[in-house]
């Protein structure tokens, strides 16, 4: 009710998320709790995370230019250069995220240069012709409405919260991406995250042309004789589509929408700002409270997978230090493995890597790098770091398969026939199974490493009670909608999440124990086994299968073959390295995940 009363607010309502959920939602005032509401100063995230997804594409540039000959929005051509403050050419997409761009949102001493430059004063004199002003007022109006471009600071040494700042990211997002910026932003940024019940509507008419830009008594052009000016159009929102927004970009999981690394960059304020307003300075589209504390960012380590591998390492007697993209307590970040390599320790284990098939990232060329960086450059800086330590540990464990569905899958060419075990030949037959092949080789340590055991774990399907599939299927197979994904009859490796975190300990501690390892149980099942299983555990029919189809157009057919291909994978090598399986049997591993499950409630 104070924000209200003091922001003169008629309405307002309250979500709060916790652990990834809505727990509370509360209208107040003329708003109900399902209202959609005009999301104001939210607006610019929507924004700004359009624009972070072209950067993260490399499609723009954070200090592009803006305007000018050579800026992304160059200048209309009939517009008199003269009427421009020549410090709009240093104007950079990055200074209109910060809200730095050296204007105010108050009318401006160029606004009534712009005015002499569309009104025919009363001067007899005046030689221009009524289609010649009309012709620039029209250009000049479509650009730089409802105000001007006009600076009162240099770019970069000021912050003022102006919304001419989103309006012109508006124009970059269509002038880079050649689409409507409502269409952009709904496929990029509301589709990916299910934001269905958000919209743009049209601004309303508040402003007169004649208000904003003439004095009493000047003489307009008939067309322009003090008709509204509308706003800008308008995002209107609901309070989970909102707690979507919010979730995405730094709760828990920023991948969901952007890198790790862009949403920090997002938080960044200015390098240099001036003493004015310090404290009110935005980062890049962004702008938290409470320290940053409430963003996380994620790292190996931090996952389904390395949070049990931790909690087990530690058991045992280990302290476990992190690689994180941010620092922390018993972290460290990969600018320093990369500056100043690695403290001393007994071993190395690797396991990053964003999850492929996150349903909510499309298979674009941006996310195919995101998720080759991911493996491939952060395991060459982890082999590069060991290779050059003065003192190096003692074993490099990596992984070539993890997340919810598996590189393994794609190593290894799909087949119903064949069994492939350590030994069998990897493919390059397509993206998948050639960043499996380079996942691998980056592992690799040079010729002469003598001091140092090499290990690299070729995952299956990690089960478990805490995440990963299970935890995403869950939900579907109670509900009598989890069937098989297209015919059922493609191989699907699996392992237990104690299997895999206790195969690496093995590989940790049993000094024999070198060269590759495939993390499969030694059942062989399929898909139309695995859901069988699922679903006889759970005592719930599966009614819908998930035809191929389907599967291609949600994930692209390369994405796709993950889920609706599959081999046959034994873990030769594993067993021969005297490794046991406390889960060796699909239905063993169930009856232990569900174990502690009462009716529906489980997690």
């Given at each position: 009710m104070r924000v209200m009363e003091e922001n003169g607010y008629n309405g307002a309502c309250l979500g709060v998320l916790q652990d990834g959920k809505l727990v509370y939602m509360k209208g107040h005032g003329e708003t109900n709790a399902g209202d959609s509401i005009p999301i104001s100063s939210l607006s610019e995230l929507l924004t700004a995370a359009a624009v972070m997804r072209l950067a993260e594409e490399d499609r723009v540039g954070l200090q592009d230019q803006v305007f000018g000959p050579d800026g992304i929005l160059g200048f209309p051509a009939a517009v008199d250069m003269q009427l421009y403050d020549p410090r709009i050419l240093d104007v950079t997409v990055l200074h209109l995220l910060h809200h730095t761009a050296g204007w105010e949102s108050t009318k401006s001493s160029t606004e009534f240069h712009l005015a002499s430059s569309l009104h025919l004063s009363s001067n007899p004199n005046d030689s221009r012709s009524t289609a010649d002003v009309s012709v620039l007022a029209d250009q000049l109006v479509q650009v730089v409405q409802p105000s001007s471009l006009d600076l009162t600071s240099d770019p970069g040494t000021k912050f003022h919260l102006s919304d001419k700042d989103e309006l012109l990211l508006r124009k970059v997002i269509e002038t880079i991406s050649r689409q409507n910026y409502k269409d952009f932003v709904s496929e990029q940024v509301l589709e990916s995250l299910g934001m269905w019940a958000t919209e743009l509507r049209p601004g309303q008419a508040t402003k007169s042309l004649k208000k904003l830009l003439f004095e009493e008594g000047e003489i307009l052009v008939d067309r322009h004789t003090g008709e509204l000016i509308p706003t800008p159009e308008t995002w209107y929102s609901t309070i989970p589509d909102l707690l979507h927004l919010v979730q995405a970009v730094g709760h828990q999981a920023p991948s969901r929408l952007l890198k790790t690394e862009t949403v920090k960059r997002m938080l960044e304020k200015p390098e240099l700002p001036m003493p004015q307003h310090v404290e009110m300075w935005h980062g890049a589209g962004m702008q938290v409270n409470n320290n940053g504390t409430w963003w996380k960012g994620g790292g190996g380590g931090s996952g389904f997978i390395g949070t049990a591998l931790r909690k087990l390492l530690e058991h045992r007697g280990y302290q476990v230090t992190l690689i994180s993209r941010t620092p922390g307590k018993n972290k460290i970040t990969w600018d320093e493995v990369k500056k100043t390599g690695l403290p001393e320790c007994y071993a190395v284990v690797g396991m990053q890597g964003s999850n492929i098939?996150?349903?909510?990232?499309?298979w674009t060329d941006g996310f195919k790098k995101e998720v080759w960086d991911s493996r491939v450059e952060?395991?060459?800086?982890?082999?590069?770091?060991?290779?050059?330590?003065?003192?190096?540990?003692?074993?490099?464990?990596?992984?070539?398969?993890?997340?919810?569905?598996?590189l393994l899958k794609r190593y290894y060419k799909p087949s119903y026939v064949y069994d492939y075990d350590e030994d069998s030949p990897g493919g390059d037959f397509d993206y998948i199974s050639h960043l499996a092949t380079a996942w691998e080789e980056a592992a690799k340590l040079p010729a002469e490493n003598t001091n140092t055991r090499e290990v690299i774990i070729r995952s299956g399907v990690v089960l478990g009670r805490d995440g990963g599939a299970i935890k995403q299927m869950y939900f579907s197979f109670w509900f009598g909608s989890g069937g098989v994904i297209g015919d059922g009859m493609q191989f699907f490796p699996w392992i237990h999440i104690n299997d895999i975190t206790r195969l690496v300990v093995h590989a940790l501690e049993d000094e024999k124990v070198t060269g590759i390892l495939n993390g499969v149980a030694p059942e062989t099942i399929t898909n139309w086994d695995f859901t069988k299983a699922f679903n006889t555990t759970l005592k719930r029919p599966g009614f819908f299968p998930l035809p191929r189809p389907v599967v291609?157009?949600?994930?692209?057919?390369?994405?796709?073959k993950m889920l609706t291909e599959g081999q046959a994978v034994v873990p030769k090598r594993t067993l021969e390295s005297e490794f046991n399986f406390n889960f060796p049997k699909i239905k063993m591993a169930f009856d232990n995940i569900f174990s502690y499950r009462k009716g529906f409630f489980w997690y």
């Open positions: 098939l996150n349903i909510f990232r499309r952060t395991t060459k800086t982890l082999s590069q770091a060991i290779s050059e330590a003065s003192n190096p540990p003692k074993v490099w464990v990596s992984f070539s398969g993890v997340g919810v569905v598996n291609n157009f949600a994930l692209g057919e390369e994405r796709a």
